[in-house]
């Protein structure tokens, strides 16, 4: 049966947006053997942590791909020189290369992902004839145009593209996202549902990627406030290096909102459980709407009709003066700004109310 790489080595909202053209592959394929190159950090999102499946099976714990291969390219550059490095990187080449993939596809679109698709060497490589870099466009066998408006969209029309040798006329179809599902982690949200005594509850993430997408913490708090009005705990999950932008919102909140620290598994489980999600163009608003929660989004430098929220209940709301561009600014972008406290809470409100029309 055919073997087929998948080549997407971050970040969280960036995955989430390749897995459904995957999760498609598997329902289409279901005897194919599909593997994925992914950074170790983000491996969670495909793979509970500490189960072993034979390589030829899935299940509720890894449900769409066969084979993981995990890379660390931060730890790679930096030690480039030692000795331990190049062992580990042979030895990925070796396990990577031992499959014989018959196509590889790079949904990612740069040098490094491009490279990692060549290395695999499989038949075929795959991808976007207008790369991310255009560059990585020469590392490809096959190139296939954009389809579609959204991220997702796109990425299934080249996956379909990509095999459409292999499905025999058949095109393939939209579904949603196929997530890990780890018993170690549902069971760590509940005990801490339990342990902070709640019932229903909302959630907010305060960071994001870069500057220009981060809505004000102090906002976020008045949100939470707003929110425990109705009863609803807001849970503030905090990323690394985020633990300030997370006591903000718990401090501007009144009392109505709690940080949480967790890993990718048990931000999952958590996140199942929400009755709402409030955030930025982050990965986190990403996984609530791959996983069905209805989605409040603050949108300002990056276009929603691109990177929204897609496949569940959603508000989004962007300031008709903002402009659409990817330069990364620091500061928050003053669009961004013009979305008011109260704006959020009337979506959450309509929302929350939809769910008991």
Known sequence: ???????????????????????????????????????ENWSELLTAPGHKLPPEATGP??????????????????????AKTWSE??????????????????FQGNIKSAVCARASAAREISGFVNPREAAARFLYARRFPRRGEHVIEQNLA??????QPCLAGQQLKLLAPQLPCDPAAEAWAQAEIARLGIGNFAMVTPGAGWGGKQWP??????????????NLKTLVNAGPGEEDLANVVVQASGGGAVAVRCTIAQLIALTRRARIFLGGDTGPLHLAAALGIPVVAM??????????????????????????????????????????????????????GAAHA
């Not at 990925?92 to 031992?98: E, N, P, V, W």
């Not at 080249?158 to 095999?163: D, K, M, T, V």
């Not at 929204?308 to 972008?333: I, M, N, Q």
């Open 89 to 106: 990187i042979r030895g990925y080449l070796k396990r990577l290369r031992g499959v014989q993939y018959d196509v590889a596809i790079d």
């Open 61 to 82: 714990q890894r449900p769409v791909v066969n084979l993981i291969h995990t890379v660390n390219t931060r730890r790679w550059r930096r030690h480039m020189v030692e």
């Open 217 to 230: 913490a102090e906002r976020f708090g008045q949100v939470a406030r707003a929110l425990a009005a109705h």
């Open 158 to 163: 080249l996956a379909n593209q990509a095999i």
């Open 299 to 352: 949108f300002a430098p990056t276009d929603p009709a691109r990177t929204g929220p897609f496949g569940t209940r959603a508000v989004v709301l962007r300031h008709p003066e903002s402009k659409t561009t990817f330069a990364h600014d620091r500061e928050p972008d003053e669009a961004l700004l013009k979305i008011s406290a109260e704006e959020v809470i009337g979506a959450a409100r309509y929302l929350l």
């Open 1 to 39: 049966m055919v073997k087929i790489l998948i080549v997407r080595l971050g970040a969280l909202g960036d995955i989430l947006h390749a897995l459904p053209a995957v999760t498609a592959i598997r329902s289409a394929l279901p005897q194919a053997t599909i593997g994925w190159v992914v950074e």
